[in-house]
């Protein structure tokens, strides 16, 4: 329970600040380009990257790695997890299935996404 609790604070913490990070970086700007999910999603690599870093260095308890990891950087952007999954696979010599890890996640997130507003479009246009 102690851990569940932990992820839902971090999480809140880390959703928080994408909500507030997002919107102050992308009210800086007139553009329709996501410049504000963009900048959440590099600094969350950023910051899992120097996390990885000092994880490999420490020995950081369990409790802190579940805060710091998958409650605040999940909460923040779950784009950091894909992008140390995918290290984790390139530098442990897995290039194969970093690469196709890479692409199923890009090409079959993206795919979903229209696939699951094609449905919910149809279905309601069908029920009209």
């Not at 290290?87 to 690469?99: E, I, R, S, V």
Request: proline letters at 1%; glycine letters at 16%; a positive charge.
């Amino acid at each position: 329970m102690r851990l569940i609790l932990l992820v839902g604070t971090g999480s809140f913490i880390g959703g928080v600040c994408r909500y507030l990070i997002s919107g102050f970086v992308q009210s800086k700007s007139s553009s329709i380009f996501p410049f504000g999910t963009l900048a959440v999603n590099l600094v969350g690599c950023l910051l899992i990257g120097i996390l990885y870093g000092i994880l490999e260095k420490t020995d950081m308890s369990t409790g802190w790695r579940i805060l710091m990891v998958t409650g605040i950087l999940g909460g923040f952007t779950t784009f950091s997890a894909f992008s140390i999954e995918t290290l984790n696979l390139l530098k442990t010599g897995h290039a194969g299935w970093g690469f196709l890890y890479m692409l199923l996640s890009v090409a079959g997130g993206v795919s979903l996404s229209f696939l699951g507003a094609w449905i919910i479009k149809t279905s309601i246009q069908g029920g009209t």
